[in-house]
């Protein structure tokens, strides 16, 4: 069995994140295995603090702003949540991390990713996930379910065109790390998005599937 590991999920907004990190909760409890589920921007205090700021829409806030506080949010994470879970043998599963400033403060509002990288090896070090499940929709999938669902937060407020750009860097940024990022096409039927989270967790824990 491997070391408590770091899984991240992440894609655009509306691409099934919430259902999807139902099914991987499922997973770990069908497989017994120790796990703690938590969140960015949040998993702390004051990180849920500054989440509520940043996706107010009536925060006014520059884009470098934006951007550092997204990275403190995560360096209280890191320390107080992440690494002490994975410390004590817990696998830990966080919806979104540094993936989504790259696609959303890198890609959607063009701060130099040179930047955000410059931030993730001063607030990471060498830590970075052990395995990301990226979720992928076509964007008009994306826009629709966001508007069908829920009031819009200061993020899915932006245009389709921001969308674009933040897509296109998740895709990017999988392309160039395959063996880091399941890409998983979730406009699809639940069912056979559910049968390949399943089995890249298999792939990843070196596991049996359960019957």
Do not use: C
Not at 10 to 28: E, Q, R, Y
Not at 89 to 103: C, E, P, Q
Not at 129 to 136: E, F, G, H
Not at 144 to 160: H, L, V
């Amino acid at each position: 069995m491997k070391p408590a590991q770091f899984i991240t999920l992440d894609g655009i907004d509306g691409a099934g994140k919430s259902t999807n990190l139902a099914v991987i909760k499922a997973w770990f409890e069908q497989h017994n295995l120790p796990v703690l589920f938590t969140r960015e921007p949040g998993g702390t205090p004051l990180g849920e603090e500054l989440r509520s700021l940043l996706l107010n829409p009536e925060t006014q806030v520059s884009l470098r702003t934006e951007t550092l506080l997204m990275f403190a949010a995560r360096q209280q994470h890191i320390e107080d949540v992440i690494l002490p879970a994975l410390n004590e043998g817990i696998h830990v599963v966080s919806d979104r991390f540094t993936d989504a400033t790259y696609a959303y403060q890198g890609g959607g509002r063009h701060i130099p990713l040179s930047d955000i990288e410059t931030l993730e090896n001063w607030v990471q070090g060498s830590f970075r996930p052990d395995l990301t499940i990226l979720l992928d929709v076509p964007l008009e999938v994306s826009l629709n379910r966001i508007t069908r669902s829920r009031e819009k937060d200061r993020f899915e407020q932006e245009e389709a065109e921001f969308f674009t750009r933040v897509r296109h860097t998740y895709l990017q940024r999988a392309a160039k790390h395959p063996e880091k990022y399941a890409v998983i096409n979730s406009n699809r039927e639940k069912g056979d998005v559910r049968n390949d989270i399943e089995q890249t967790l298999n792939r990843h824990f070196q596991l049996e599937p359960k019957l």
